[in-house]
Nanobody, 129 residues
């Protein structure tokens, strides 16, 4: 059974940092692309970042480029999202997701998320003073 568990969310002031974690069981994250998505109240889900399985290529939404960094620890079977210079508009529930297979390019899996079969329950990030 595949499970993804996000952690690391919380309340942070504008300009602050958080590191989100996505721990997986039931599949190897280095065999599948992993995407981070977010959904703010009243808004559609947005693809934030993705890391590919083949060569570790990374992808970012324009809104987070230069501020967020996605990485993967194969030994821990965990993917991270380092978020720096946080803004109030980054406030959302953040989810990690994957599928077997999954790809970062093409849109279907990322950034649209339609092809992702496995989703975590999410972790709330609130950026506010």
């Amino acid at each position: 059974q595949v499970q993804l568990v996000e952690s690391g969310g919380g309340l942070v002031q504008p300009g602050g940092s958080l590191r989100l974690s996505c721990a997986a069981s039931g599949l190897r994250l280095d065999y599948n692309a992993i995407g981070w998505f977010r959904q703010a109240p009243g808004k559609e889900r947005e693809g934030v970042s993705c890391i590919s399985s083949r060569d570790g290529s990374t992808y970012y939404a324009d809104s987070v480029k230069g501020r967020f960094t996605i990485s993967r620890d194969n030994a821990k079977n965990t993917v991270y999202l380092q978020m720096n210079s946080l803004k109030p508009e980054d406030t959302a529930v953040y989810y990690c997701a994957t599928a077997q297979p999954a790809y970062c390019s093409g849109g279907y899996y990322y950034p649209d998320g339609y092809g992702m079969d496995y989703w975590g329950k999410g972790t709330l990030v609130t950026v506010s003073s």
